[in-house]
């Protein structure tokens, strides 16, 4: 019987409008009136993750910027595992050194030395969850995340990294050179207790070993006496496979590439034929009899 399920949001919660359908919304607000708690495992800011769950009246943990940190569903930080100062520098000045835009997320926001390229990222994001939206569209849903997002404009991180009592959850970099983006991947997992993963085809995303989605969902179950044997997560993307990794089912969007449907034990509809709710739904059904 599943008892928990974790939930990536998007190219999975949320459709190619970036919301939580209807059908979405009233599966997990099913779920949780029948005792199954949902959280939601996302590598968006704890801000722009709140956005649209607001948006949808969903109240539930969650798990932001890819494990890095734990909120609880009132909005208090439960948990977090973020890089030292020295470390975040340490990604910082090599990717400068290699010519890569990236930016870094942190307690006290996200900051980027380039809004253009900001736009570009999270445009990125979008269009690789939801390959047929129009870009011009998906380029105002990205300017509206970052107003969001609390994105603050940095001329020299530097500057960042001399201020105290921040934590640094995430270095997201973006490129179109995608040998030179594999390159900076592999010369950086692993190195200075840091893990790399992605979220979009140019895309890489750096944060420290333990800030991953499935560390942060079975610490999460863990402290609450629950067994992962009883959790299910929903997800599309590689930044999900740790969970899946770890949880007793694991359910890739039908808009998943064809390694993670492969990696996962089912495959339920795209994001935008709200495949959450038909997943859902399937194990209400079945822990029913």
Avoid at 170 to 181: A, G, H, P, Q, R
Wanted: net charge negative; charged share 25%; glycine share 6%.
């Amino acid at each position: 019987m599943i008892k928990t399920i974790a939930i990536d949001m998007d190219g999975t919660l949320l459709n190619k409008m970036q919301e939580v359908s209807e059908e979405n919304k009233e599966a997990i607000q099913r779920a949780q009136r029948e005792g199954v708690e949902v959280i939601i495992a996302t590598g968006r800011s704890y801000v722009e993750a709140r956005f649209a769950l607001d948006e949808a009246n969903i109240d539930c943990p969650v798990i932001s910027v890819n494990g890095a940190a734990l909120f609880t569903e009132d909005g208090k930080i439960a948990a977090s595992n973020p890089m030292s100062a020295a470390t975040a520098k340490m990604v910082a000045e090599f990717l400068e050194e290699q010519g890569i835009y990236f930016e870094i997320y942190t307690s006290q926001g996200i900051y980027s030395k380039d809004y253009e390229k900001s736009i570009s990222v999270l445009v990125d994001i979008f269009v690789t969850a939801n390959p047929e939206m129009d870009a011009e569209r998906m380029r105002k849903f990205a300017e509206e995340r970052l107003q969001l997002g609390q994105v603050t404009s940095i001329s020299d991180y530097s500057e960042l990294f001399s201020l105290s009592n921040v934590e640094y959850y995430k270095i997201l970099s973006f490129s179109k050179d995608l040998n030179l983006l594999n390159q900076v991947a592999s010369k950086l997992n692993g190195q200075g207790g840091v893990t790399v993963t992605s979220s979009g085809r140019e895309n890489v995303e750096i944060m420290s070993t333990e800030a991953q989605k499935g560390t942060a969902l079975e610490a999460y179950v863990k402290g609450k006496s629950g067994s992962m044997q009883e959790t299910m997560a929903i997800g599309d993307n590689y930044n999900d496979v740790s969970m899946f990794e770890r949880v007793g089912l694991a359910v890739a969007m039908g808009n998943a590439p064809l390694d993670i449907q492969e990696l996962c034990d089912e495959v339920t509809g795209k994001n935008d034929e709200s495949g959450v709710a038909q997943a859902i739904l399937k194990v209400l059904k079945q822990s029913a009899y």
